[in-house]
């Protein structure tokens, strides 16, 4: 099966970086998403990591390390928007290419 | 362009009856969808994999017989809810996966359906 660690909240302060840590530990791994997900509405997808390193797409960026079965959401010059739940899933190909997700990190930004 | 519609975005019914959520892949072809069931400030639960043409994969735990899902278009998978108790509201999402190119394993999700049940 699939076991997947996240935060469970986090504070910062607008225009400051938060760092959101996601282990996992898991067989037949293809690819970790990273969702936003704003309280009573479905999650959106903000990136997709399948090899190691950082991807980077403007204020977010994200990290694997597959040998370590590791990864982090960077978000940077944090805005009251971005005050959300981030959603760490790991796509299992052999079932389908189906997520499993974690349990999900309150990001709470303050002014 | 991955736009997913899911309608109704939200229902309340009484207890006993059945409730059809349909979920719409608007701009590309879904090779196939996902429906997750999500309680207050718990994350996303799968319940079912659909795959146009064929039966539904159910997780562990998620009855068939009360879940019905039917994929019967690349673009179209609905879910019956039958016989709605209590129990079973919630927010129900559903997402699409198989949008050609590089992000063909990502999945993106409709806007979900708060279903209450009196």
């Known amino acids: 099966g699939q076991n997947i660690d996240q935060p469970t909240e986090m504070t910062a302060t607008e225009g400051a970086i938060v760092q959101i840590n996601c282990t996992y530990q898991?067989?037949?791994?293809?690819?970790l998403f990273w969702y936003q997900q704003h309280a009573g509405e479905a999650p959106t997808f903000l990136s997709y990591?399948?090899?190691?390193g950082l991807e980077e797409k403007g204020r977010f960026s994200s990290f694997l390390s597959r040998s370590k079965g590791y990864s982090y959401l960077l978000l940077k010059e944090l805005q009251m928007k971005d005050s959300a739940s981030y959603l760490c899933?790991?796509?299992?190909?052999?079932?389908?290419?189906?997520?499993?997700f974690g349990g999900g990190t309150r990001v709470l930004v303050k002014p | 362009g991955a736009v997913v519609s899911q309608h109704p975005s939200w229902v309340i019914c009484k207890s006993g009856t059945s409730v059809k959520i349909e979920c719409r892949s608007l701009?590309?072809?879904?090779?196939?969808m996902f429906w997750y069931r999500q309680f207050p400030k718990q994350s996303l639960m799968l319940m079912a994999t659909s795959n146009e043409g064929s039966k539904a994969t159910y997780e562990q735990g998620v009855e068939k017989d009360k879940f019905l899902i039917n994929h019967a278009s690349l673009t179209l998978s609905t879910l019956t809810v039958t016989s709605a108790h209590p129990e079973d509201s919630s927010f129900y999402i559903c997402?699409?996966?198989?949008?050609?190119?590089?992000?063909?394993?990502?999945?993106?999700f409709g806007p979900g359906t708060r279903l209450t049940v009196l």
């Open positions: 990591n399948v090899l190691d």
């Open positions: 899933a790991v796509g299992v190909k052999a079932a389908g290419n189906k997520l499993t």
């Open positions: 701009d590309f072809q879904a090779t196939t």
């Open positions: 898991t067989s037949g791994f293809n690819g």
């Open positions: 997402s699409a996966g198989g949008l050609a190119g590089i992000y063909t394993d990502t999945q993106y």
